[in-house]
């Protein structure tokens, strides 16, 4: 066969056996690539366009247990999450680091009945978020981190002191949190990093610019889009790691299999350069509520500041983008929090939207769309290889989601796993000393 792969990273042809096979280089993808490549699985990754170009490039940057989730009852979710940004906070020091992050609170008790029957499933969807309910959450925040110790406890503020922290913040803040949580600045970089780490470690072979574009039951057709090469792989177990494509590819693999599992939300952000907003914020991230009561983030990012984001159901995740009322959306909430910061059209440098892999909801208000991840499993039957195909999860969080679909696969194949990435540094973080102080030594 002659095939002219695409460049980057593995030069080689794809193999025609192989014994797991994960479509989708997002980065739960890549992470469950490097879980089973680790354990000496012969496995060969397969993306469609650059790795970590999806929702993996689209992210708000924020490496945390998700606040916000308290108030959906998901507890699990929040600890776990905690678990995982301190640990990417030791194994990825040169990409992630602590964020702290201003909360404004507007009324100290007011609203905090609503607030608490939004929590009870009572009412629709939380707003007006009270002081007295933030705190509370803050400090299960606290308490869920508390064996790690690694960032500071949260602290409240006065109407003063957050003046101070943040010039600029609306008048009609009484008061506000600091708390801490932490950031990647650069998502994609981290998911190239761990796929050249095991290539560089093992045989296991990532391809991007590879679509998988058909299966049959006994094996898959994929095509390099750079080259127009064709081949066909057989495996013993897929991976169906494609985010918000996961329905599309699962039809793709097996016509008598559609059911919906994902359901995507669109988000969007604008890199704004602006300097009073920029020097207002300075190292802090503003975690803000807009008048409808979905949580709007704001903090300096790549020489700019991000401002982020909308949450609206798409169907079709290739023509997501921002429209002007998701700008102006974006805009309105900012100017709640900084009413006296104009923001000019030509100060927005760039905008850019990506598809949340959500799992099928019949929820009204999609910021009650659980966060969590979840496999669906088909072992080996119709089809001569089994699927296991992943539903949802957080950037946060994909070294767990990868560990437990490479869990999964491993239990296929009969293979027990050897090496625990727990405490496994990556690329460029490997050296590194993880105190903010010895690193600038
Ligand atoms: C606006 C927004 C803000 C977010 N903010 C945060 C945050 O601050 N913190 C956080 O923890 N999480 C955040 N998330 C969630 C997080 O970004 C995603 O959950 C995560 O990146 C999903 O990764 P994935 O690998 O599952 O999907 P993706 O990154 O979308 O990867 C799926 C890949 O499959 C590929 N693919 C599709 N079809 C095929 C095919 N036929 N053959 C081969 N490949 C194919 C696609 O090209 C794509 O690269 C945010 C998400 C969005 C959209």
């Known amino acids: 066969m002659d095939v002219q792969s695409s460049p980057f990273p593995s030069p080689v042809p794809p193999p025609e056996t192989v014994d797991v096979l994960v479509i989708g280089g997002g980065i739960n993808g890549i992470s469950t690539f490097r879980e089973l490549a680790l354990q000496g699985v012969n496995v060969v990754l397969m993306e469609r366009d650059d790795f970590c170009s999806g929702a993996s490039a689209a992210l708000s940057r924020m490496v945390h247990g998700g606040l916000r989730y308290l108030e959906n009852g998901e507890f699990r979710l929040v600890r776990q999450s905690l678990e995982e940004r301190d640990r990417l906070l030791n194994n990825a020091p040169h990409c992630v680091s602590p964020l702290p992050t201003v909360v404004p609170i507007m009324t100290w008790f007011r609203g905090t009945l609503s607030t608490a029957a939004a929590f009870f499933n009572l009412a629709g969807k939380p707003r007006h978020r009270p002081g007295l309910m933030i705190r509370l959450g ?194 309105s909430a900012l100017a709640s929090v900084f009413p006296s910061i104009r923001i000019a059209d030509e100060e927005i440098v760039h905008v850019f939207t990506g598809v949340r892999p959500l799992p099928v909801s019949a929820e009204g208000f999609t910021g009650r769309i659980s966060r969590d991840h979840s496999i669906e499993v088909e072992p080996p039957g119709a089809r001569d290889y089994a699927v296991l195909t992943l539903m949802g999860g957080k950037w946060t969080t994909f070294r767990i989601f990868g560990e437990e679909v490479a869990d999964l696969a491993l239990a296929q194949l009969g293979i027990a796993r050897t090496v625990d990435t727990r405490n496994l540094r990556i690329g460029g973080g490997r050296d590194l000393p993880v105190e903010p102080v010895a690193r600038e030594r």
């Open 138 to 331: 803050l400090t299960l925040y606290d308490l869920m981190s508390w064996r790690s110790r690694s960032m500071p406890r949260h602290s409240g503020l006065s109407r003063a002191q957050i003046r101070e922290l943040v010039p600029g913040i609306t008048g009609e803040a009484v008061g506000g949190v600091l708390y801490y949580d932490a950031r990647v600045t650069n998502p994609e970089r981290l998911g190239v990093e761990m796929v050249i780490d095991c290539e560089a470690a093992t045989q296991a072979r990532a391809y991007s610019y590879t679509e998988i574009v058909a299966g049959d039951g006994t094996g898959l057709a994929w095509r390099d889009r750079l080259s127009g090469a064709e081949g066909r792989i057989v495996p013993k177990v897929v991976i169906n790691a494609t985010g918000a494509w996961v329905d599309q590819v699962s039809t793709r693999i097996d016509r008598t299999n559609a059911h919906k599992r994902v359901e995507g939300t669109k988000g969007s952000h604008l890199m704004i350069r602006n300097e009073a907003l920029k020097s207002a914020l300075g190292d802090h991230m503003v975690y803000y509520e807009n008048a409808d009561g979905r949580i709007c983030i704001t903090f300096a990012h790549a020489g700019a500041v991000m401002v982020g984001s909308t949450d609206i159901r798409v169907e079709d995740p290739d023509n997501a983008v921002c429209f002007e009322d998701e700008k102006a959306y974006m805009l």
